[in-house]
T-cell receptor
């Protein structure tokens, strides 16, 4: 158990819909990262938050948005869903920036868009 | 933009043999290089990392080497075992304050 909690574990929805994925980081971790992993693909970095502020942005679509709340949990909102958005979405957390130590990944939220 | 190239994409070795995965990075300011292992259906987990002030680091059967001049780093796994079968990702921390990830190497251990 990494200490990072992601909900829901599985989600099935239809094209055009909107979903929210939730992540609770490890206790004491200030940074939260979101990654997208399509089937048999690598890890695509979406966005990072540090202590409530956006720190870095990767290949995140305009239809996607995220935020980190004062209690440090984070939510990733995916809207106008397309078939190609079907993927495993990982949240990870670290104490500070990613070069200071390990990223702890959650178990992921598997999104299926039909 | 900055990138990390990882080779090979698939590596099949006989159980007990060694495996080597190589990564090349483009950002000369990169100073931190972790390796993550992702077993099928599981989350990625850090297995070893190295910083730019060190040339080599070992942890039991796993070692990482770094050549800053050539801007490449490698993962070495000796005496491979069935549980080493997984996808391995390299990454490099760069001047854009992001971890840049390689595309992954699927390691298959043949019995």
């Amino acid at each position: 158990d990494s200490g990072v909690t992601q909900t829901p574990k599985h989600l099935i929805t239809a094209t055009g819909q909107r979903v929210t994925l939730r992540c609770s980081p490890r206790s004491g971790d200030l940074s939260v990262y979101w990654y997208q992993q399509s089937l048999d693909q690598g890890l695509q970095f979406l966005i990072q938050y540090y202590n409530g502020e956006e720190r870095a942005k990767g290949n995140i679509l305009e239809r996607f948005s995220a935020q980190q709340f004062p209690d440090l949990h984070s939510e990733l909102n995916l809207s106008s869903l397309e078939l190609g958005d079907s993927a495993l979405y990982f949240c990870a957390s670290s104490v500070d920036t990613a070069n200071t130590g390990e990223l702890f990944f959650g178990e992921g939220s598997r999104l299926t868009v039909l | 933009g900055e990138n990390v190239e990882q080779h090979p994409s698939t590596l099949s070795v006989q159980e007990g043999d060694s495996a080597v995965i190589k990564c090349t990075y483009s950002d000369s300011a990169s100073n931190y290089f972790p390796w993550y292992k992702q077993e099928l259906g599981k989350r990625p987990q850090l297995i070893i990392d190295i910083r730019s002030n060190v040339g080599e680091k070992k942890d039991q059967r796993i070692a990482v080497t770094l050549n800053k001049t050539a801007k490449h780093f490698s993962l070495h796994i000796t005496e491979t075992q069935p549980e080493d079968s997984a996808v391995y990702f390299c990454a490099a921390w760069g001047s854009n304050y992001q971890l840049i990830w390689g595309a992954g190497t699927k390691l298959i251990i043949k019995p």
